[in-house]
């Protein structure tokens, strides 16, 4: 009689499904999820590597990378708007200062001559006024005329220099003082007069505002006799000044 191999010997032995005792689980290693998980599972299995660091795709970021172009896209723009600030602080400051200039002009003393006439003497003089046209005092004023004769033919004369200190007087607003010269060579009333010779009327004013600031004014007339008349002081193309 055969004997039938014993159950435990038989290959096909089905598969022991009874349950495991708690300790002999065996845990399994969970699916990588993030890209970081998966760099990582990927240099495990031998994948490609740079340096010792996985390559991952080009379509794929690590979270370092998108940080650094964050804060370079903040750091941009952080630029961008302090410059257009800087811009926008530099046009204001521009404006206030063209405000300020303008007010400047507009309350400052402006001194100018006015109503020159000639006075036949003797002796011979030539007189202007001087008037502060301006909304505040004018202060340290200094001024010199000259009545300069010349031949009908020379070159009409340049207003002269203002030498020494400048006066204690102070000149307020619409108020007006007189200087005159007398003719810087012998010379008769006649021949002013009578075009035998050319008068230049000429002269320069020095003076500083409230705001301690410097100006002058210049002045250079000629001397036209009218028929009939004594004559008359006509202005210069050049000569004739103001700041």
């Not at 004997?3 to 096909?12: C, T, V, W």
């Not at 650094?68 to 410059?83: I, M, R």
């Not at 011979?124 to 909304?135: E, H, Y």
């Not at 020379?154 to 108020?175: C, F, M, R």
């Amino acid at each position: 009689m055969v004997e039938k191999p014993e159950a435990s010997n038989r290959k096909d032995k089905a598969p022991d499904e009874s349950p495991q005792p708690p300790g002999d689980e065996v845990a399994l290693a969970p699916e990588p999820t993030g890209i970081v998980q998966q760099a990582e599972a990927q240099e495990e299995q031998g994948g490609p590597t740079r340096d010792g660091q996985p390559v991952l795709p080009p379509h794929r970021k690590q979270p370092r990378d998108l940080f650094d172009w964050l804060t370079l896209a903040v750091a941009v723009a952080a630029v961008c708007f302090y410059g257009w600030q800087a811009n926008s602080l530099s046009r204001q400051v521009a404006a206030l200062s063209e405000t300020i200039e303008l007010m400047k002009n507009d309350q400052r003393a402006w001194v100018g001559g006015i109503e020159p006439r000639l006075d036949a003497g003797p002796p011979i003089k030539a007189i202007i006024a001087l008037r502060n046209f301006g909304q505040s005092p004018a202060l340290k004023i200094k001024s010199k005329v000259e009545l300069r004769i010349k031949g009908l033919q020379e070159v009409p004369p340049d207003p002269p220099p203002v030498e020494g200190p400048g006066s204690t007087s102070v000149l307020q607003p619409t108020q007006e003082m007189t200087t005159d010269c007398t003719p810087d060579k012998p010379v008769g009333i006649a021949d002013i007069t009578g075009r035998k010779v050319a008068a230049y009327f000429v002269g320069r004013i020095e003076y500083e505002d409230i705001f301690e600031e410097s100006h002058h004014t210049t002045f250079a007339y000629i001397f036209k006799p009218v028929p009939g008349d004594r004559g008359t002081w006509t202005s210069l193309k050049s000569g004739n000044t103001a700041d």
